[in-house]
């Protein structure tokens, strides 16, 4: 009884685990990424106060523009310089402003956005930080990479398991359908059992993977390694991650299920 | 004797796996109602592709077959397992559901049946007792000798009081006790219930049944027309 479902329980419980760290690394990807966004900004040199608010119509990308008060670049200098030469300062100075954008652009975004802020009546210089942009952004780029080919690895090992557990399901369940036609067992009756095995072993399975990772949320263990890089990601969102593990689970059991009887089912076509 | 007591009837029927020689030539016969047919013959002369033919697991390529007037030639799915309903088979091999226990083997034709699980039950150890099995119900397949296996097939057979038994070698792998329950079951379903009896097999027992006995030699099915008992006319 318990052979009959283990080789798939594993099979899904594998498949499922890889799931759920790729989840895990997709969600550390999109935290880091947001991390870089409300950290990142630029600044703008005008020469006198903008109309922030129809840049912004203007230009999506921006959030919003942040008034860098003058009081503070003269607070530095007021050992270096004297009371006159701070006064023609003071009175000489530009408006700074740091602007905040809702991405994290790339670096051909930041591009456009330099050569559309330059352009734009009273800016007088806009200073991206583009070389620290960049080596934050191929970081980024990598880590996504690095996250998509690990998907597709998944793809790939999801389908060996699969195409394997087909062949299984082939040898074990095909016996059984053919000895219940022997005696007349009409298709949905064969099915049956078979929607049974699938639907129990995914849930098992779905189970199995849930309570894996509702332990390691709660050992601790995973969390310290993210906040190593300062990082505070759900490791398992109880609701959205066990309904994505079912239906996965349910959808790869459903389909072997299906395989397997059509293929079945050829057998008593005249 | 009138359509309705004719069980099997074939006519000039052929039968092939593939587009080659046919395995069984223009074979023409009649099983009745009631009646207990043996088909002997050597080791690969059609006798086991004979009987697939009766329960619809090949098809005719040429000829006509009929089992209870219903004609195999192009039965589809639904009707061919509204057919084997009525029909009980048991294998050398026994083909018991490995992951099943004896009990939910031996209830299988009552379940397709649509019976309720208390009348299964109470079906399933009637049977039981009479292999003397009905202390293994529990058990799982693996778990029984051959000969208790094949037993729990004939209960399985059984069961839903089929019109027809078809049985492929059923004694060929078992010891003397397991070969004579088998051999009294058939005959007592067939003497008792009226069900026709198909066996497949190198040698007709030593046991008091009145058959009918064919031949298969070259694919050409031969006899029929003499009743025998206990081997002699």
Known sequence: ?270 | MSEDQIVISAKNMSLSYIETEPIIKNATFQVHKGEFVFITGPSGSGKSTLLKSLYGEIKPKSGELSITNTPLNNITESILMTLRKHIGIVFQDYKLIKEWTIEKNVMLPLLIAGYSRRVCEAQVDKLLTHVDLLHRKGRYPIELSGGEQQRVAMARALAHNPTMILADEPTGNLDKYSSEVIWHLLKGANEQLKTTIVVVTHDIPAYNIKHTHYTLHNGTVMGGDDRFYNGRK
């Not at chain 1, 900004?41 to 523009?65: P, R, Y």
């Not at chain 1, 998944?154 to 082939?170: D, G, N, P, T, Y």
């Not at chain 1, 072993?201 to 390694?225: K, P, R």
């Open chain 1, 1 to 270: 009884m318990i052979r009959e479902h283990l080789s798939l329980i594993i099979a899904l419980f594998t498949i499922l685990f890889t799931l759920q760290v790729y989840f895990i690394i997709e969600r550390t990807i999109d935290i880091y990424e947001q991390t870089l966004k409300d950290n990142y900004s630029m600044v703008v040199v005008a020469s006198g106060e903008l109309k922030t608010d129809l840049i912004k119509n203007q230009i999506k990308i921006v959030e919003k523009f942040e008034s860098v008060d003058p009081q503070k670049v003269i607070e530095r200098l007021k050992d270096e310089l004297n009371k006159d030469d701070l006064g023609v300062l003071k009175d000489n100075l530009p408006t700074f402003y740091r602007v905040f954008l809702s991405i994290y652009p790339t670096p051909d975004d930041l591009k456009l956005l330099k050569m559309q802020l330059e352009k734009v009546e009273g800016i007088v210089r806009v200073e991206t930080y583009s070389k620290t942009h960049d080596q934050i952004f191929k970081l980024l780029v990598l880590f996504k990479d690095i996250s998509n080919v690990f998907l597709m690895a998944i793809f790939l090992v999801s389908a060996l398991l699969v195409i394997k557990e087909m062949r299984i399901w082939q040898f074990e369940h095909v016996e059984r359908m053919h000895i219940m036609a022997l005696f007349g067992a009409p298709l949905w009756m064969r099915s049956a059992v078979l929607f049974k095995v699938a639907v129990i072993d995914a849930f098992i399975s779905s189970v199995i993977v849930v309570v894996t990772f509702i332990i390691l949320d709660l050992n601790g263990w995973l969390h310290e390694l993210f906040s190593m890089i300062s990082i505070d990601v759900d490791i398992f969102e109880f609701f959205e991650d066990t309904l994505n593990l079912l239906s996965i689970s349910i959808v790869i059991s459903l389909l072997l299920a299906i395989v397997t009887i059509l293929r079945n089912k050829d057998r008593y076509q005249s």
